[in-house]
Nanobody
Framework: VQLQASGGGLVQAGDSLRLSCVAS????????VGWFRQAPGKEREFVAA????????FYADSVKGRFTISGDNAKSTVYLQMNSLKPEDTAVYYC???????????????????WGQGTQVTVSS
């Protein structure tokens, strides 16, 4: 699966952005799709994930109530709607796909097999 992430940009605190992750070559229906982010000098961290089976969604505590993950399987696209953005949300955001991801590993980098190239999100104060 090849992934293409887009939608990043420079915004002010309190603004919103919607990131998109498009898969080519396969639909998402059999996979878990996750969003991760990496700020300069920090490790990549889990943001959100959607598991098509059962339509379950998972969020990091730091984004709960502000970010929403959703998907359109017909378009092979997963979205990350980010509201009330904060400067600490500044990072490169990556989407990733994993097969057979168990719940306890939803937030682990190692559970995902394919990664997109990343899109930069910068939130100014």
């Amino acid at each position: 699966v090849q992934l293409q992430a887009s939608g990043g940009g420079l915004v002010q605190a309190g603004d919103s952005l919607r990131l998109s992750c498009v898969a080519s070559g396969r639909s998402f229906s059999a996979y878990t799709v996750g969003w991760f982010r990496q700020a300069p000098g920090k490790e990549r961290e889990f943001v959100a994930a959607i598991r098509w089976s059962g339509n379950r969604k998972f969020y990091a505590d730091s984004v709960k109530g502000r970010f929403t993950i959703s998907g359109d399987n017909a378009k092979s696209t997963v979205y990350l709607q980010m509201n009330s953005l904060k400067p600490e949300d500044t990072a490169v955001y990556y989407c990733a796909v994993g097969a057979g991801v168990i719940i306890s590993s939803i937030g682990s980098n190692f559970a995902y097999n394919s990664w997109g190239q990343g899109t930069q999100v910068t939130v100014s104060s």
